[in-house]
């Protein structure tokens, strides 16, 4: 093991002499003594170089350190409450590793394309990392969460030979001279796993070619997928709510620093507890009927109406029961009134928008056939899901959260590109 300690495990060494490895985040320099800002990637700590403490080759440094050179400090700890970090180090020595070349990213403000250009080393910078660290934490907690709750993780396939949301967000791709797509959500094959493991989940990349440019849309992102075997669209509901629930407070209590870094709003996040609001896609309507908005029964809600709906709430709200037209094949018929499906979809407060779309799916293999017909599909390349229908079928439900939108409203950030480590959307393919 290395004989350094990491930032993050400072306050456990007080008053005792430790090595730190990382980088030069800043230097402030006042005669005597100069102040420099240290990163190793767990956290950021102050490091104070004093002229009687240090060789007079060490306080020379002050003015040949460069901004991402990488050293080896070794200094004492000490508390110092007044201080951001709440301690600091008194330096004894420090050696060099590479004086950084002139590094690009200055502690300034730079525009948004630039950083995403230099996204590799941006994500060195305050905000951006603890953005991610805020996402490996959510991306944890939603494992956590199903696999304590008896489902079984089971993978679904990336090349696929069917679309499952659209063909308009198809992307397509050559499999030895046969069209395949990357797959848009795992759902359809999770259909089928229930049935052999009851409760299940698939978590990975989802690719879309989103044309539109929105806050709120990547190419590729990643969902969790949860499916349920004897769930309806109410048990579906609750399982989404208690969810949703979690991964905030997950991320509240494991994530106090990096969301005080990113300036967020807790009293916001705290009110997040079950039960969430619950409304038709009528009653949503009505809603946006009576704010004065544009809107057609029977259309999706775009952004602006998913924003003007969440301003009602202080909860995430859950949709549901909408126009069959609107919804996916799959999706099962509202047993009360066929021109609905038992789809659901909860958006978040704060115009955040959309997070989980999910539904009861179809069982009736009838209906889904005829549904099939309807919308044009190959029904030869859906024989296998409509198996899930012939042997044994049962009730089931499933929802799919967007885990970049989940951050995105988490974190308050502006736009969805900061919340994977390399955004990929119709314009930027790079890094
Ligand atoms: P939207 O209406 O915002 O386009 P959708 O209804 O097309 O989303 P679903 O097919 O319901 O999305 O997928 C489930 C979840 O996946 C969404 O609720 C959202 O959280 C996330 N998601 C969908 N498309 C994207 C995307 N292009 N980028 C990031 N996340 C996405
Ligand atoms: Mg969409
Ligand atoms: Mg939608
Ligand atoms: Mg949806």
């Known amino acids: 093991m290395p004989d350094h300690v990491l930032v ?3 306050p456990d ?3 005792r002499e430790i090595t730190l490895r990382g980088w030069v985040y800043n230097i402030r320099k006042s005669g005597k003594i100069w102040f420099l800002i240290f990163r190793d990637g767990t956290n950021w700590i102050q490091c104070v170089v004093l002229k009687n403490e240090v060789s007079e080759e060490v306080f020379e440094m002050k003015n040949t350190l460069t901004q991402e050179s990488s050293i080896e400090i070794r200094g004492l700890v000490q508390k110092a409450p007044r201080q951001e970090f709440g301690y600091e180090i008194l330096v004894k020595d420090i050696k060099i590793y590479q004086i950084a070349e002139e590094y690009p990213i200055a502690l300034k403000e730079h525009g948004i394309e630039f950083l995403l250009d230099n996204r590799h080393l941006w994500l060195r910078s305050r905000k951006p990392n603890a953005v991610l660290k805020v996402r490996a934490e959510v991306e944890n907690a939603c494992r956590d969460f199903f696999n304590e709750r008896d489902f079984v993780l089971v993978d679904s396939p990336m090349f696929t030979p069917n679309a499952a949301e659209g063909t308009t967000t198809l992307f397509e791709t050559d499999y030895f001279g046969r069209k395949a797509y990357l797959t848009q959500s795992g759902q359809l094959y999770s259909e089928a796993a229930i049935m052999a493991f009851n409760k299940t989940y698939c978590f990975g990349p989802c690719f879309r070619a989103e044309k539109s440019k929105t806050r709120r849309h990547l190419t590729e992102f990643w969902m969790i997928e949860p499916e349920m075997a004897f769930y309806d669209i109410h048990d579906n509901m609750d399982l989404a709510e208690e969810f949703v629930s979690y991964l905030v407070e997950r991320a ?8 005080k870094i990113l300036e967020r709003d807790l009293s916001k996040l705290e009110k997040i507890i079950p039960p969430f609001p619950r409304i ?7 809603i946006l009927k009576k704010k004065g908005l544009d809107f057609e029964w029977g259309n999706d809600f775009g952004a602006p109406h998913e924003t003007a709906i969440s301003e009602d709430f202080d909860k995430p709200v859950m949709i549901w029961k ?6 996916a094949f799959y999706m099962k018929r509202d047993p009360e009134d066929e021109r609905y499906v038992l789809g659901v979809d909860m958006i978040a407060p704060e115009g955040f928008g959309e997070i989980i779309g999910g539904s009861q799916r179809e069982d009736d293999i009838d209906k889904l056939l005829a549904r099939i017909q309807k919308e ?4 030869e390349i859906f024989n296998w899901f409509i198996d899930v229908r012939r042997y044994g079928s049962v009730p089931h439900s499933g929802f799919g959260l967007g885990l970049e939108r989940t951050v995105q409203w988490i974190c308050g950030s502006h736009h969805i590109r900061e919340c994977i ?3 990929r959307t119709m314009v930027r393919l790079n890094p």
């Not at 044009?376 to 029904?379: A, D, I, V």
């Open 252 to 259: 509240v209590t494991h994530c106090p620093e990096e969301l």
């Open 13 to 15: 060494y007080i008053d």
């Open 421 to 423: 480590p390399w955004p």
């Open 8 to 10: 993050k495990h400072v």
């Open 322 to 327: 909408w126009p069959a037209e609107t919804k």
């Open 376 to 379: 044009n599909l190959p029904e």
């Open 280 to 286: 038709t896609y009528d009653e949503a309507v009505d």
